[in-house]
């Protein structure tokens, strides 16, 4: 279960602001919570704006070291 700081970007990936998905990403990666790897492969999988994918790609790659 990702922490209540994880869940707070969690929740955010779905925001319709791209580039606030964008620093959600960002922020779970910094985080470190390997909970949240399902959550940020569905974002991915739904994502739209290339810039938003990356992000997304960079979090996974952070929490998969």
């Known amino acids: ?5 994880a869940t707070f970007y969690i929740n955010l990936l779905t925001d319709p602001n791209p ?3 964008k620093k959600a990403a960002q922020a779970i ?7 949240c790897l399902f959550r940020l492969q569905e974002a991915l999988e739904r994502e739209q704006e290339t810039h938003v994918q ?3 790609r960079e979090a996974i790659a952070k929490l998969e070291s």
């Open 29 to 35: 990666g910094q985080i470190g919570d390997t909970s």
């Open 54 to 56: 990356e992000a997304i």
């Open 19 to 21: 580039n606030v998905r």
């Open 1 to 5: 279960m990702p922490s209540p700081r």
